[in-house]
């Protein structure tokens, strides 16, 4: 088997999601090219009507105003949810820059806002296209401002109604600080749960972030970022043995910048990555490696991904990792060159457990093999490819499918069970379900 066929279905499966119809010949020619390649694009989504995240929030604020949720707002949440759907699988299955795709996702589960909250499931999708897409390839420190900042993170973490104890509002209602946001940036989003913090680091950034929230209706501009005073806690603070004077909004900003290009924030965000893209317990050395490159260069995300693309041990076992469900619905859609409507890509989704914009916790989805291969998941798996092979109106041949995305990696096993399969349909089903198209 020639090694650089292996090496184009690691790129394409591994650092894309699947090849395009005729794009394995393509990325042979230089596998490793082809995905760095990508690095010096941007994350584009195919044009659509997609509202701004504060139209939607806007909309939010006056369906709490009111108590209910009319049934005109439901249509137009739904509406938007599954525009969102529909946006972000075409990107990613008819897009030319699957690995940015990959990032975009990657870091929106680093950063997660889920719609099991019910108040922003109008706006998970904005919040991935406003505040993570333009960065997948910038400066983590911006990447964590425009998060933090946007409004479904205010609001998903509860700091829009955080107040200080001692400022204006605080002392007139009685108040206090909500922790939400502060302990999952330090947790999740930056240093680690092992990054060296203390309960009152959490409770010092939070006083940090007092006031910073979102314009309620009545200003000219609802719905989007904005900084009260009136509910920031005056005075200084000490975070991870710095102490912040109190700047108000620029204090924020500089306790976050300074988070975002921590040792622990290096390292954290190293395993994350290598985690991803190479196995489910990384190298040690390649994982120190990466947080070298993201120390050296304070955070540059196209050279910290650059470097992990580097690392040999993400090119040295094929189908190393599961596919978690949308990266199963994805490379399934992208072999044969076509995109499914958002409402079947949301059912599918929702069968195998993984909805769109849905993770269960702020921790996001997980990355790892154990929690996507259960019997019973396997079993949904199964039933899904099936389901899948199933409603094609007109379904390819799965040997041409099988050569185009394989060339001739899989082994003999595979290939004769899709050969001999008794139909189009079955033999596309067990393509599916083999254990190389289950991994990537």
């Not at 939070?206 to 009260?228: C, K, M, V």
Request: hydrophobic share 40%.
């Amino acid at each position: 088997m020639p090694a650089s066929t292996m090496n184009a279905v690691i790129a394409a499966m591994r650092f894309g999601f699947a090849p395009a119809p005729g794009e394995l010949a393509t990325i042979a020619r230089d596998p490793r090219g082809w995905v760095t390649t990508q690095l010096g694009r941007k994350a584009e989504l195919p044009p659509g009507d997609l509202p701004a995240s504060q139209v939607s929030v806007a909309l939010m604020l006056e369906a709490r105003k009111e108590k209910q949720e009319r049934p005109e707002i439901q249509r137009r949440i739904r509406q938007t949810y599954l525009g969102e759907i529909d946006a972000r699988m075409r990107a990613a299955i008819l897009g030319e820059t699957p690995l940015l795709e990959r990032l975009t996702q990657f870091w929106s589960n680093h950063f997660t806002v889920s719609g099991m909250r019910p108040f922003v499931r109008g706006f998970t999708g904005a919040f991935e296209r406003e505040a993570i897409r333009p960065h997948v390839t910038g400066r983590f420190a911006d990447m964590l401002l425009a998060v933090t900042k946007h409004p479904a993170m205010l609001l998903y973490l509860d700091n829009a109604q955080s107040m200080g104890p001692d400022s204006m509002v605080g002392l007139r209602r009685n108040k206090g600080i909500n922790e939400n946001l502060g302990r999952e940036l330090l947790e999740l989003h930056t240093l680690g749960v092992d990054g060296g913090y203390t309960q009152a680091d959490v409770v010092a950034l939070a006083r940090i972030l007092t006031g910073w929230s979102i314009t309620r209706l009545d200003h000219p501009d609802p719905g989007s970022f904005h900084y009260y005073p009136a509910l920031h806690e005056p005075g200084p603070n000490t975070l991870l043995g710095r102490v912040y004077r109190d700047h108000e909004i620029e204090t924020g900003e500089s306790a976050l910048r300074d988070l975002a290009v921590h040792p622990a924030t290096a390292r954290h965000v190293a395993t994350q990555l290598a985690r991803h893209f190479i196995a489910d317990v990384p190298p040690v050395d390649a994982v120190q490696r990466v947080a070298r490159v993201f120390r050296d260069t304070g955070g540059d995300l196209h050279q910290v991904t650059l470097a992990v693309v580097r690392e040999e041990a993400a090119w040295r076992e094929p189908f190393a990792k599961v596919r978690a469900p949308t990266d199963l619905v994805i490379a399934a859609y992208r072999v044969l060159g076509t995109a499914p409507a958002a409402d079947r890509a949301f059912r599918m989704l929702k069968m195998l457990d993984q909805p769109p914009f849905f993770a269960p916790s702020p921790a996001g989805w997980p990355d790892v093999a154990a929690q996507w291969i259960s019997p019973e998941s396997v079993l949904r798996r199964t039933e899904w490819c099936q389901t899948f092979a199933e409603g094609l109106d007109d379904p390819p041949d799965p040997v041409d499918i099988m050569n185009a995305a394989f060339g001739d990696v899989l082994p003999e096993e595979t290939h004769q069970a899709v050969r001999r399969a008794p139909s189009k349909r079955a033999g596309l089903a067990l393509l599916l379900a083999s254990p190389q198209f289950q991994r990537r």
